[in-house]
Every structure is written in C-alpha cells, then in structure tokens.
T-cell receptor, first 115, second 116 residues
Framework: AQKITQTQPGMFVQEKEAVTLDCTYD???????LFWYKQPSSGEMIFLIY??????QNATEGRYSLNFQKARKSANLVISASQLGDSAMYFC????????????FGQGTELSVKP | DAGVTQSPTHLIKTRGQQVTLRCSPK?????VSWYQQALGQGPQFIFQ???????QRGNFPDRFSGHQFPNYSSELNVNALLLGDSALYLC???????????????FGAGSRLTVL
C-alpha cells in the first residue's frame, strides 16, 4: 500500500495566486514527521517545510504553509503568491520510527506557474 | 558554505558493468543517505551511513553497496548493472548524529546514471 499519496500529477496556477498541493499519508505509528521538498529541473531536492505529528499548529515558512489534518491523514502544501520560480516538482515525504535517513516519498506533483 | 556535492553528474555504463558514485556531505554533517530516483518517480531510500557503518537499508539488492570514510564522505557502488538501474542517484546529508524527528536532509543535485 502507498504510504504517501499525491493525487495530482500536474497543476497549473496563475502567477501571484495561491495553490494547494495535496498529500495524504498512511501510518499506524503515532510519532512521525512530514516534509515537503521542491525539485527543480536541476535535480536537487530543496527542503520547504516540516510538520511533526505532535505539533499543535500548522507549520509555516514564508510563502509556504502546511495544512495538517491529522484525523484525515492529510498534509497539504499551500503556496501563497505564486512566482514563476515556483515551477518545479513537489514531493511530500514522511519519516517514521526508527528515525534515521529514510524518508518515504510520494510520486510528486508538477507545478507550472503561468505569467 | 558548500552544500552536498556529488560526482560525477552524468555517466553512461553498459549492462554488467560496475559503477561508483561519490558524495561529500554538507559541512558539519556526519550522516549520509543515498536515494534512487527513477524517471517520473519519487526518490527511494537505498541506505544510510553513520560512523562509517550502514545503519539503515531500504529494499535494494546486495548489488548496491556503500562506504563512508572518516571525513564523512561516502561512495555508492552498484555491481552487475541492469537496465533498470538507470536513474538519478541522490545523496543526502544530515547531522550531527542520526536523523530524528525534524532533522532535515540536505540533498545534492544527483548523479544521473544511464545503463545501455
């Protein structure tokens, strides 16, 4: 079974508008971490935002925010005021115990920002 | 401050050959993880090295092996290459210490391997 599901293969958004990228996850462990990474065409994975399973508030990092709905096991990424440079692949990932270097990634969503 | 550096950036091999990929972690990091990313897929965890030992391993055959050196740099070796090994190989570093909870992995730009 998929542990991380990203159901949107591709998304388009107009420059300066907000966009939500969906992510659902599956785990039976009460302790876990959720991450979003951006991968431009250069290949490097760039860390955007983190949400811990016990965090009471939704994480925010500049124009990025994470809409964490624990009961629904969803961790959607919201990008406000989209910029042309936001065009890239976006991956949701989860870390479960035993914590270490292993992240489980989804299939990704390709975001295209239109001028 | 240099981030994670990987070499080579691109390489082409034929089936049955062996390949070695190299990674230097970000300054201050001591843990290295390797990932395989096939075209159109998310990265898949291969293994993690910490204190020169393999600490975690994903679902990859023994043809995939690695090493970590005292300076924390790492190598990924793949023997008996198959066409299906064609992928982007990403190295990620973190630290100090084993990643836990919110500890963020910093990725390199990857080595793109093509097997003909």
């Amino acid at each position: 079974a998929q542990k991380i599901t990203q159901t949107q293969p591709g998304m388009f958004v107009q420059e300066k508008e907000a966009v939500t990228l969906d992510c659902t996850y599956d785990t039976s462990d009460p302790s876990y971490g959720l991450f979003w990474y951006k991968q431009p065409s250069s290949g490097e994975m760039i860390f955007l935002i983190y949400q811990g399973s016990y965090d009471q508030q939704n994480a925010t990092e500049g124009r990025y925010s994470l809409n964490f709905q624990k009961a629904r096991k969803s961790a959607n990424l919201v990008i406000s005021a989209s910029q042309l440079g936001d065009s890239a692949m976006y991956f949701c990932a989860m870390r479960e115990p035993p914590f270490g270097g292993k992240l489980i990634f989804g299939q990704g969503t390709e975001l295209s920002v239109k001028p | 401050d240099a981030g994670v550096t990987q070499s080579p950036t691109h390489l082409i091999k034929t089936r049955g050959q062996q390949v070695t990929l190299r990674c230097s972690p970000k300054s201050g990091h001591d843990t290295v993880s390797w990932y395989q990313q096939a075209l159109g897929q998310g990265p898949q965890f291969i293994f993690q090295y910490y204190e020169e030992e393999e600490r975690q391993r994903g679902n990859f055959p023994d043809r995939f092996s690695g090493h970590q050196f005292p300076n924390y740099s790492s190598e990924l070796n793949v023997n008996a290459l198959l066409l299906g090994d064609s992928a982007l190989y990403l190295c990620a570093s973190s630290g100090p210490g084993q990643p836990s909870g919110a500890n963020v992995l910093t990725f390199g730009a990857g080595s793109r391997l093509t097997v003909l």
